[in-house]
């Protein structure tokens, strides 16, 4: 397992290459994402410390996310065919239940759900993700978010 340094905004996985890997975060932050047709980013997963990040493309398919440092991070870098025979069964797992969670709320739930679900699942990176990629993240612009906020902050208060 390679160990690598890499800076804020640094990509390190282009949509359209054909060679992946797993990504574990030692130090850091990670997120993945699709760029649509008009140019948006659409956040797919944040990678925080002790999380993996990683396209779930087939081996020589061209990936469909963007993979980028949002701090800079240290990593460990896992061949993606070794990482599935060797899986940190712990670390993949909580990946997929909240990749599984992300979906069915984005299917179902308010914009105030959906955010209570993020600041439950990431507790620690409200004061590290730009408001803008939070809401990316959700599904909703940033606006929105700011009235989802309020409304948090109204119903605590009351």
């Known amino acids: 397992m390679k160990t690598f340094?890499?800076?804020?905004?640094?990509?390190?996985?282009?949509?359209?290459?054909?060679?992946?890997?797993?990504?574990?975060?030692?130090?850091?932050?990670?997120?993945?994402?699709?760029?649509d047709e008009k140019g948006k980013e659409h956040i797919f997963m944040f990678a925080p410390e002790g999380w993996v990040i990683a396209d779930a493309t087939e081996q020589g398919m061209p990936t469909g996310?963007?993979?980028?440092?949002?701090?800079?991070s240290e990593l460990h870098v896992i061949d993606k065919n070794i990482a599935l025979q060797n899986s940190d069964k712990k670390a993949l797992s909580r990946r997929i239940e909240v990749m599984q969670k992300r979906i069915?709320?984005?299917?179902?739930?308010?914009?105030?759900?959906?955010?209570?679900?993020?600041?439950?699942?990431?507790?620690?990176?409200?004061?590290?993700?730009?408001?803008?990629?939070?809401?990316?993240?959700?599904?909703i612009t940033p606006e929105a978010l700011s009235k989802v906020k309020s409304q948090k902050l109204k119903r605590q208060n009351s």
């Open 104 to 139: 069915i709320m984005l299917m179902s739930s308010s914009a105030i759900e959906r955010y209570n679900h993020f600041i439950a699942t990431y507790p620690k990176l409200t004061q590290r993700i730009p408001q803008r990629m939070i809401a990316s993240y959700l599904g």
């Open 65 to 72: 996310l963007y993979i980028e440092a949002i701090e800079d």
């Open 5 to 35: 340094k890499v800076l804020k905004k640094q990509i390190i996985q282009h949509a359209g290459e054909f060679e992946s890997h797993v990504y574990k975060v030692e130090s850091g932050l990670l997120k993945s994402y699709s760029v």
